[in-house]
């Protein structure tokens, strides 16, 4: 059974976990960036991180479902009581 510390912590979790992937991606182009630099085999070392990025992102938007799933089930539980 869920206590409410627990959805408590997984709240500060998930907020913890999006922006710690966002300095990855901030990372992530920035070496990718400078992947271009390598010549033939930048493109496409550029464009696989990229890539990356972008299922970054996408993660991000998974976590973050799932933060407004636990707030707005806490913010319903307190109106109840």
């Known amino acids: 059974m869920e206590t409410g510390n627990e959805k408590e912590k997984l709240s500060l979790l998930l907020v913890y976990w999006i922006e710690h992937n966002k300095e990855h991606e901030k990372d992530f182009k920035r070496w990718a960036e400078k992947a271009k630099g390598f010549g033939e085999i930048g493109t496409k070392v550029y ?25 707005n089930k806490d913010k319903e539980d307190k109106n109840k009581k």
């Open 47 to 71: 464009e696989a991180i990229m890539d990356a990025v972008e299922h970054m992102e996408e993660v991000n938007e998974c976590l973050f479902n799932a933060f407004e799933d636990i707030d």
